[in-house]
């Protein structure tokens, strides 16, 4: 059974710092390209960045210029977790975060999300 679960979420000032974590089982981890994304109220949920299954190298995802420079994404293949840094944050980055990952065509997997608010 395929689960992902969220964590590292919660209300930090502007230009903070977070690092999101989000552990895996249920599937050959290091195999497969892992993604996160977030929703902010309202709006639809959009792709911060990817990574690769055979290395911890960011790709940062072009869907999201302002992320650039800010978001950084890495996996610890040995612990089947991928982690999402996020600095200098902005309240513009209020919003629910998600990872994901796809096993196949049509077997699409989310974690439930955790909150991230930026607020002085």
């Known amino acids: 059974q395929v689960q992902l679960v969220e964590s590292g979420g919660g209300l930090v000032q502007p230009g903070g710092s977070l690092r999101l974590s989000c552990t895996t089982s249920?599937?050959?981890?290091?195999?497969?390209?892992m993604g996160w994304y977030r929703q902010a109220p309202g709006k639809q949920r959009e792709l911060v960045v990817s990574?690769?299954?055979?290395?911890?190298?960011?790709?940062?995802?072009r869907a999201y210029e302002p992320a650039k420079g800010r978001f950084t994404m890495s996996r610890d293949n040995a612990k089947n977790t991928v982690y999402l840094q996020i600095d200098n944050l902005k309240s513009e980055d209020t919003a629910r975060y998600y990872c994901k990952v796809l096993t196949g065509p049509n077997s699409v997997y989310w974690g439930p999300g955790t909150q991230v608010t930026v607020s002085s």
């Open positions: 249920g599937f050959q981890f290091s195999l497969l390209p």
């Open positions: 990574i690769k299954g055979d290395s911890n190298t960011e790709r940062e995802a």
